[in-house]
């Protein structure tokens, strides 16, 4: 039995509308707009997964980047091994590259989730102010090493020159690629919502509510937290894959604080701790970056404004706005 | 009276903990025996709360043991010596606000039955879940709200849910402290009253401020002031003791 709520009502409306828009494009012959939609699917994802940490678990993380990145580079890193025919590892083993989606996805989501374990396992230990700055420092970590690192390219990144393949489905068509994207975000969220619902999702949200009460009933926050930042870190990267293959193009920008901050931005515009809330913060961010940025190169600028608005009046982003104070059962 | 020869459920020996100069545990020795209740009472600052905090593993002390059940509880967490049975209450409500009185309790009962690293089962169509919780909350007697947010009960009320909490844990000995605190004459009452038959489930280490509910429901008392046990005996032992009566009665003695 779905209840439909404000709420869901308000998430069927903008999933449809996500869905739709590519169509639309095509319908009037704007292919550019198919690849904006594109693009908001997948930063979508990240969003996705940094708001089971940020705002499910309270972990304000400000290192996501990573994370997107190491998604992209696993993609870039595979895709150019395959595509110039040079193993990874030639001894003891031969290790080749592959172009094949599936692969590396599960190689994002692998290197991803064992970079946040131990990423997690030192910055958990902190918290508020703390764990903002450790998540960062981790984070600019990993960028630097990107940007001297030469054997991908370092500063100057990696092209990929052709789409990565999935059987069935021609990726090098912008509307199949589109839909892709669309489904993993439909997948991430119906998997947060799952999340969000079960017993692991209580024991989280009550160890952001009161981490004392959550272990005076016998549950330890630090596991619970842990695995969060992991999940959460893998659902990352699986964007980063994405967007990687969608600009066929891998950089140390995707590693670099800006990218942390644009994936909380989403979070934030869009309602922490809300479903759909980083489909609507990335959607508004793209269309803020695509309307203004044409105009003027300051459109940070209004962004910033808007960003402003909605932590000021709106504290539970687009989504709270429109659909109320969330209800718990 | 406790049967002196069966075992103790708590036993702390030797116990020392320092802030500084502050010598806020100096030696305590204190034992819980099963189907007691054992009243600590002290003036402010006496070192009650530090004590049960370094019971309940928020605290390490100094030196000296904390045993439960035979086992030392030297380098077990929270979270650890709850699992272990230790069912404790805050002396300032500690719940989660958001959620209702029932999904509070349903956290507790949670913990009690398996494991938390369940992704998948929505909770509250997890029957056993919902009405565990829903039958703590009738011992208590909140049922009829237990679908308000926590943030939105009553202090009283916070301080049933409390104790509800601690109840759905089927704790091996329970930690109150200052369950009556705020409560008004009459829900005081129920409480000791409702604290009285608890003892039966588990021995009860009671740190109070009313006197009428300890002398109502102590079985022994002990007398803490800066941090040392200056009396431990029964209700009548504490009441004629005349260094209880001067250090903390605060009776003139002639």
Known sequence: MVRLSKENGLNCVLALALLAAPFVATALDEPFYITLATRVAILAIAGVGLNLALGLGGLVSFGHAAFFGLGGYAAGILASHALNYEPILSSPFELNGTTQMLVIWFVALLVSGLAALLIGFFSLRTSGVYFIMITLAFAQMIYYFAISWPAYGGEDGLSIYVRNVLPGVNTMDPISFFMIAFVLLMLVILFSSMIKNSRFGAALQAARQNDERLATVGIHPFGIRLTTFVISAMITALSGALFADLNRFVSPDMLAWHMSGEIMVFVILGGVGRLFGPVVGAALFILIESVFGGISEYWMFYLGLVLLGVVLYARGGVIGFLAGKEKHD | ?254
């Open chain 2, 1 to 254: 009276m406790t049967d002196q020869a069966t075992q103790p459920v708590l036993e702390i020996s030797e116990l020392y903990k320092s802030f500084g100069a502050l010598k806020a545990t100096d030696g305590v020795n204190l034992t819980l025996y099963p189907g007691e209740i054992h009243a600590l009472i002290g003036p402010n600052g006496a070192g009650k709360s530090t004590l049960i905090r370094q019971i309940s593993g928020e605290y390490p002390p100094d030196s000296g043991t904390i045993r439960f059940l035979g086992q030392d509880l030297a380098g077990l967490g929270v979270a650890d010596r709850a699992q272990l049975g230790l069912g404790r209450t805050f002396q300032v409500s500690s719940l989660a606000l958001e959620f209702s009185a029932l999904r509070n309790v349903m956290l507790a009962v949670q913990a009690k039955s398996g494991s938390s690293f369940r992704f998948f089962k929505p909770v509250m169509k997890d029957r056993d879940l919902v009405d565990g919780a829903m039958k703590m909350l009738e011992k208590v007697g909140l049922q009829d709200r237990a679908h308000i947010p926590a943030a939105e009960l009553s202090h009283g009320e916070r301080r049933q849910l409390e104790i509800a909490l601690a109840l759905a844990l089927k704790p091996k000995a329970f930690l109150l402290d200052e369950p009556m605190a705020g409560m008004g004459p009459e829900g005081s009452k129920t409480l000791t009253g409702f604290l009285g038959g608890l003892r039966d489930q588990a021995p009860i280490l009671l740190v109070e401020h009313d006197m009428d509910a300890v002398f109502a429901l102590a079985d022994r008392i002990s007398v803490l002031v800066y941090g040392r046990v200056v009396a431990t005996g029964t209700v009548d032992e504490i009441r004629g003791n005349r260094i209880v009566r001067e250090a903390y009665l605060g009776e003139e003695t002639s």
